[in-house]
């Protein structure tokens, strides 16, 4: 994407205490697609490709301004989300919890241990506990497994959310 494509892109995102300054049409229309969700999906898979962390989050800022579906983003979610080379970490999590799919859980399950650079100085771990939740979400035996390997780990916060989930789905 060029700069002022990002700039069009980023004014779809509702900003603190401000809403968009520009609709979803006129976003379309600019790349002369009418599908917000096919675009946001073109636009992931072209990053992705490029290695280009801005047009990531381009592309999901445009996956949410059109509202448009997870699941046709689980694959490209779930090979980007190991990659060093972004920081959109905690979204992908997010976007994946939403699905509730047992295909998530690898995913969901590395999130709950590492720790991506730029987050290195959050002690409250919150991707680990987006994840934790997430994965409390997803029926089926891969998440409770999950869950399950987390009940003992080292981190007290980690720890405790595991077994909230745990508890929650009456598996304690």
């Known amino acids: 994407m060029i700069p002022e494509e990002r700039d069009l892109v980023m004014d779809l995102a509702v900003g603190l205490g401000e809403g968009p300054t520009r609709t979803l049409d006129e976003v379309l229309a600019h790349f002369g697609e009418s599908d917000g969700e096919a675009l946001a999906l073109r636009l992931l898979r072209d990053a992705m490709e490029r290695q280009d962390a801005d047009d990531v989050e381009m592309a999901l800022i445009l996956h949410a301004a059109a509202d448009a579906s997870a699941e046709e983003f689980l694959e490209p979610l779930i090979e980007l989300f190991p990659a060093d080379w972004h920081r959109e970490y905690e979204d992908i999590v997010w976007m994946l919890g939403r699905l509730r799919s047992p295909r998530t859980v690898p995913t969901l399950a590395l999130a709950t241990h590492w720790?991506?650079?730029?987050?290195?100085?959050?002690?409250?771990?919150?991707?680990?506990?987006?994840?934790?939740?997430?994965?409390?979400?997803?029926?089926?035996?891969?998440?409770?497994?999950a869950l399950e390997g987390l009940r003992d780990n080292e981190n007290e916060i980690i720890r405790e959310n595991a077994v909230k989930q745990l508890t929650r789905r009456g598996e304690l």
């Open 115 to 145: 720790v991506p650079e730029y987050l290195d100085w959050d002690e409250n771990r919150a991707l680990a506990v987006k994840a934790i939740w997430a994965l409390g979400a997803i029926p089926g035996p891969e998440a409770q497994e």
